[in-house]
């Protein structure tokens, strides 16, 4: 479980990166490095594979100009944000889980396979 929090986590952060370049032009062409508050190595996401995905539905603060999950969802809970981890990997919470790892997800993936040795 603390593996696919991790997962979402990373690539939750990942799409929250991109949102600017998203809003202003297109999304960036090369995987965002999305880093996380684990152990687990950071997701490289890519948004050329999520372009069915609306950037709204990760980056849902986008208009106070807050692209970056980081910026809310910190390390530890201070109370106003979900802890960046569960914003990607919480059951029926978690932007990561949502798509990967629910029980009618399409396109289930493993920790291993965002989170990948160096």
């Given at each position: ?23 202003s032009a297109d999304?960036?062409k090369a995987p ?41 969802h910190k390390a ?43």
């Open positions: 479980m603390r593996k696919l929090i991790v997962l979402a986590v990373a690539l939750l952060f990942s799409l929250s990166l991109g949102l600017g370049a998203a809003l999304a960036p965002v490095k999305v880093t996380n508050f684990s152990k687990k190595p950071p997701v490289m996401y890519d948004h050329a594979k999520h372009k069915d995905a609306k950037c709204v539905s990760c980056h849902h603060n986008e208009k106070d100009g807050k692209y970056k999950c980081g910026e809310c530890e809970d201070e109370g106003k944000a979900i802890k960046l981890q569960d914003a990607m990997h919480k059951k029926d919470v978690g932007k990561c889980w949502s798509c990967h790892r629910a029980e009618d997800a399409k396109n289930k993936l493993k920790c291993a396979d965002c989170h990948k040795e160096k």
